[in-house]
T-cell receptor, first 118, second 110 residues
Framework: DAGVIQSPRHEVTEMGQEVTLRCKPISGHNSLFWYRQTMMRGLELLIYFNNNVPIDDSGMPEDRFSAKMPNASFSTLKIQPSEPRDSAVYFC????????????????FGPGTRLLVL | RKEVEQDPGPFNVPEGATVAFNCTYSNSASQSFFWYRQDCRKEPKLLMSVYSSGNEDGRFTAQLNRASQYISLLIRDSKLSDSATYLCVVRVTGYSTLTFGKGTMLLVSP
């Protein structure tokens, strides 16, 4: 079975450019999460969707970041304009059980997109 | 205070050694606990959930101490393939989201 698919795997861009990261969750999963990982801050949740609806975007750094999930099989994270401090690995993850209190559902991560903003 | 704290390591151990990692969490409302493993330049993957009574999966044993708000992971008979970063993860009651520690790096040498 295909896992979470992310594209591109690597992105190098210049400051000020728009960056769009893409994610296809595991079929049948109804929760999708975007994370950012850096050495300094570790793995941070940016936003998560449940049944394509954004539930919590409190982790989105600022207005330059936006995320959409137009359907159950696709999500994008956009940075416009990008800045050098956005350089990080961006992971998308999905899970099958939304918001079950005390649940033990697993989040499955995609391979990540390594973003370098020059 | 960070929500989930771990010693970053690295822990350098020889093959066959037993090694233990601890993790502390700040939110007493945390309900679910996990250990994830992340290989170098790869994505995190669930290693095991942590149950109140403690649980074992082969060479791996996880323990939870709610009173002291810490979680432990014990690896027995370390293998070279155990070299990775181990992420402590908690979920607060009523929320879907996970909070990750920064991870503890383990290096197992021949």
């Amino acid at each position: 079975d295909a896992g979470v698919i992310q594209s591109p795997r690597h992105e190098v861009t210049e400051m000020g450019q728009e960056v769009t990261l893409r994610c296809k969750p595991i079929s049948g999963h109804n929760s999708l999460f975007w994370y950012r990982q850096t050495m300094m801050r570790g793995l941070e949740l940016l936003i998560y969707f449940n049944n394509n609806v954004p539930i919590d975007d409190s982790g989105m750094p600022e207005d330059r970041f936006s995320a959409k999930m137009p359907n159950a099989s696709f999500s994008t994270l956009k940075i416009q304009p990008s800045e050098p401090r956005d350089s990080a690995v961006y992971f998308c993850a999905s899970s099958s059980v939304p918001g079950q209190v005390g649940g033990q559902e697993t989040q499955y991560f995609g391979p990540g997109t390594r973003l370098l903003v020059l | 205070r960070k929500e989930v704290e771990q010693d970053p390591g690295p822990f350098n151990v020889p093959e066959g050694a037993t090694v233990a990692f601890n993790c502390t969490y700040s939110n007493s409302a945390s309900q679910s606990f996990f250990w994830y493993r992340q290989d170098c330049r790869k994505e995190p993957k669930l290693l095991m959930s942590v149950y109140s009574s403690g649980n074992e999966d082969g060479r791996f044993t996880a323990q939870l101490n709610r009173a002291s708000q810490y979680i432990s992971l014990l690896i027995r008979d370390s293998k070279l393939s155990d070299s990775a970063t181990y992420l402590c993860v908690v979920r607060v009651t009523g929320y879907s989201t996970l909070t990750f520690g920064k991870g503890t790096m383990l290096l197992v040498s021949p």
